[in-house]
């Protein structure tokens, strides 16, 4: 299955996919502006915002319950922004959920104005809530894709996800950089994130246009439907291996730079750049290498293989005890990332009925950032002392949804 960007942007299916991708972009641009500020702002001892009498490790744990503020919401928020989708459509969807992550932006920038720390968690928690991009975006692929094109479409979600995640860090390190110009402050990316958001908003009112056809034929109650996912064995199955996987990309995602500046004293711009590097080998994979595989290896043995080799990497990286290794260690994590999400909700969307379509990508979604949620938490808890040690969780979790899988029928 060749790839081709300049095919797909001019397809008819492209055409449709591309302004939710767009948002999509805009989105992970401004929900990874601020990653690479957070270590910084709990834990510097010049310019953190909590006390200076809490200890290292008691900031290193709020920073854990900071992180799983926006997962937590996505957890609630998810499968209701799904359902929304099935029954009113996916573009009045995706655009109130844009209208609340916009004011949420906002409220962060405000209560970090003002050193109003529960106004942060509570604004973080927010934006999770109203965060259904990905799942909604995908439900539209379901919507106007042949089953075997998804995997393709799917892929080209996710560059643009990559690209949100190249992007975001370089200008948030820069937006709360003082060096670059002096009213700069840890509240400047939010407020960008807000100005983004809201462009998503006008891209989706101007260009988008409705997919979901036949919204008004799902009658089941919500927690009924809900129910009639988890039903079906294959989709449990499927539900629980992205679970770990999930479990291993946040405990990447979320304490890599906490790792970094624990162990090695890394800046927020250079933190920022190693998240872009990473984002950058995850794009180079979706657009070169998962395609390429697409027709030879089917979504479970891809996502098997994947969350195996992507635990092996996970414990390689915390071996050498120079940054400078990160150059070669973060390629294959990259990679096995590309592929495991990419076919870890290529096997969900497969498996779900097209009426529940919206609903499934809303759970898969809600049950990724409960991952999230247990990681921030957790993580938090054991970085207090051992800053790798939640990265060595996240390689046990992805190793056990490998071995699962092997396991089951379809993935040998």
């Known amino acids: 299955m060749e790839f081709s960007i300049g095919v797909c942007l001019f397809s008819i299916e492209q055409r449709k996919i591309l302004p939710y991708a767009i ?27 909590l006390p200076p009498s809490y200890s290292l490790g008691k900031k290193t744990f709020l920073l854990g319950l900071l992180l799983a503020c926006y997962p937590f919401g996505q957890l609630l928020g998810s499968p209701i922004l799904g359902r929304l989708s099935d029954k009113r459509g996916r573009k009045k969807t995706i655009f109130f959920s844009l209208f609340i992550c916009m004011l949420a932006y906002f409220y962060i920038a405000y209560a970090i104005s003002i050193n109003y720390m529960q106004g942060i968690f509570l604004g973080l928690f927010i934006c999770g809530f109203a965060e259904g991009n990905v799942s909604i975006a995908q439900s539209v692929i379901a919507d106007i894709v042949a089953k075997e094109d998804k995997a393709r479409h799917f ?29 700069f402050t840890f509240s400047t990316p ?45 989709l449990r199955k499927y539900y629980f291996a992205n679970f770990l996987i999930a479990l291993g990309f946040y405990s990447f995602f979320r304490f890599l730079p906490i790792y970094l500046e624990r162990m090695f004293n890394f800046s927020s711009s250079q933190l920022a750049y190693v998240m872009a590097y990473d984002a950058f080998w995850i794009a180079i994979s979706i657009i070169f290498v998962v395609p390429l595989t697409a027709k030879y290896i089917t979504p479970q043995k891809s996502t098997a293989y994947s969350s195996l080799f992507y635990a092996f990497c996970l414990i390689i990286l915390l071996i050498p005890n120079t940054p400078w290794a990160l150059i070669g260690t973060i390629p294959p994590l990259g990679l096995c990332f590309a592929f495991s999400n990419t076919y870890g909700s290529l096997i969900i969307s497969n498996a779900a009925d097209h009426d529940m379509h919206g609903q499934a990508m ?45 396991k089951s029928h379809k993935a040998i």
């Open 155 to 183: 892929g080209f979600i996710t560059i643009f996800t990559c690209m949100g995640f190249i992007i975001g860090p370089l200008i948030g390190g820069m937006l709360a950089d003082q060096n670059y110009i002096s009213w």
């Open 362 to 406: 809303g759970c898969l979604q809600s049950i990724q950032v409960f991952a999230g949620v247990l990681i921030g938490i957790l993580g938090g808890w054991l970085a207090m002392d051992v800053p790798s040690l939640p990265l060595l969780v996240g390689a046990i979790m992805s190793g056990a949804c490998g071995l699962m899988l092997f």
């Open 190 to 234: 939010f407020l960008m994130g807000a100005i983004l958001t809201a462009l998503g908003m006008l891209i989706i009112l101007v260009t988008s246009k409705e997919t979901r056809g036949h919204a008004h034929k799902t009658h089941l109650p919500f927690w009924n439907a809900f129910q009639r996912l988890f039903i079906h064995s294959e």
């Open 23 to 49: 948002v999509i972009l805009l989105g992970f641009v401004g929900f990874s502006l601020p990653l690479p500020l957070l270590p910084e702002m709990f834990l510097d001892p010049e310019r953190s915002l």
